[in-house]
């Protein structure tokens, strides 16, 4: 087991401005009151994840996601419940190293998390820092890179590169570190659709061909199709948990927790309700979109 969450609760405490009130029949506001309240960012999450699988966990701004997210490499400890990463406990400060060394963390803004001069240089910063020998690290450096897709970019200056290239390099610069698992917080929230491609690309082939567990943190809809699994977070509660095609075909918990359902699944849902065909709803992906109308024009209204 990769992760395992049990009953996990985190909140953040707020201050409100304590209301007027009055004094000797003088009404007082006194700035500097302040009432502390409890806001749970997640609330009783129970969940596992398998090694090797690629999970998408998907909400709203506001939802708990990211919070959810900084508690799976020990970022953040759990008020209540536990957080267990790979049989290590996040709340045991003796295991901390071992768990983060075996989650890499992919977070929203590349230019935070790029610091070398060079590709090159900035893949080795992690490596380096732990001590790996100097001919590993070369090879692991230039595994990585050749991995992501950017080995005509070693020698480049990160400020030089594409949103979505920026993205690569970071995730690049984690895979240097060999970790079990890698964790992207909202990476894909500020880069062009071209450059959200890359990463998802990047991401499945890390997933598929290199058996590293995958946890996927987002709100875009069409990036939830390429996971093996969905938990949907509302409200800092867990609405749902099953694969994308079963996610989708639940519209309305979809809509209820602020999202939208992909293009193709919206198309096949007002074929069928406009038109009275019988396409699956749970379509989610667009080559298998382009399949079934393509069997539906040669005839076949009952599409599987």
């Known amino acids: 087991m990769m992760f395992d969450l049990k009953n996990v609760s985190f909140s953040y405490e707020e201050t409100e401005r304590e209301p007027e009130y009055e004094k000797r029949g003088k009404k007082i506001n006194i700035d500097e009151t302040l009432i502390p309240s409890k806001v749970f960012a997640v609330e009783n999450l129970n969940f596992t994840i398998k090694k090797g699988e690629f999970v998408a966990i998907v909400g709203r701004n506001g939802s708990g996601k990211s919070t959810c997210a900084k508690l799976l490499n020990g970022l953040l400890l759990p008020e209540n419940g536990t957080v267990i990463v790979d049989s290590?406990?996040?709340?045991?400060?003796?295991?901390?190293?071992?768990?983060?060394?075996?989650?890499?963390?992919?977070?929203?803004?590349?230019?935070?998390?790029?610091?070398?001069?060079?590709?090159?240089?900035?893949?080795?910063?992690?490596?380096?820092?732990?001590?790996?020998?100097?001919?590993?690290?070369?090879?692991?450096?230039?595994?990585?890179?050749?991995?992501?897709?950017?080995?005509?970019?070693?020698?480049?200056?990160?400020?030089?590169?594409?949103?979505?290239?920026?993205?690569?390099?970071?995730?690049?610069?984690?895979?240097?570190?060999?970790?079990?698992?890698?964790?992207?917080?909202?990476?894909?929230?500020?880069?062009?659709?071209?450059g959200r491609r890359e990463v998802i690309k990047v991401i499945t082939k890390l997933n598929k061909e290199h058996n590293i567990t995958v946890v996927l943190i987002t709100h875009h809809m069409d990036e939830v199709a390429k996971a093996q699994r969905a938990i949907l977070i509302d409200k800092g509660k867990m609405v749902f948990d099953g694969t994308p095609g079963e996610l989708f075909s639940h519209r309305e918990e979809v809509y209820e927790a602020g999202l939208e359902t992909p293009q193709v699944s919206q198309l096949f849902y007002l074929l069928n309700k406009e038109e009275g065909f019988n396409l699956p709803e749970?379509?989610?992906?667009?080559?298998?979109?382009?399949?079934?109308?393509?069997?539906?024009?040669?005839?076949?209204?009952?599409?599987?």
Request: hydrophobic content about 40%; some cysteine; charged content about 25%.
């Open 88 to 194: 290590f406990d996040t709340k045991n400060s003796e295991f901390i190293w071992e768990i983060r060394s075996r989650v890499g963390m992919v977070f929203q803004n590349p230019d935070n998390q790029i610091i070398g001069t060079t590709v090159e240089e900035d893949v080795a910063f992690g490596p380096e820092n732990l001590g790996v020998p100097y001919f590993e690290m070369v090879e692991r450096v230039n595994s990585a890179i050749e991995t992501v897709g950017l080995s005509d970019h070693k020698s480049r200056e990160p400020h030089l590169l594409s949103g979505g290239q920026k993205q690569r390099v970071a995730i690049a610069g984690i895979l240097a570190m060999k970790p079990k698992c890698i964790v992207l917080d909202e990476a894909t929230a500020m880069l062009d659709p071209i």
């Open 282 to 304: 749970d379509t989610i992906d667009v080559d298998t979109a382009c399949a079934r109308l393509e069997a539906l024009l040669k005839g076949d209204n009952h599409v599987h």
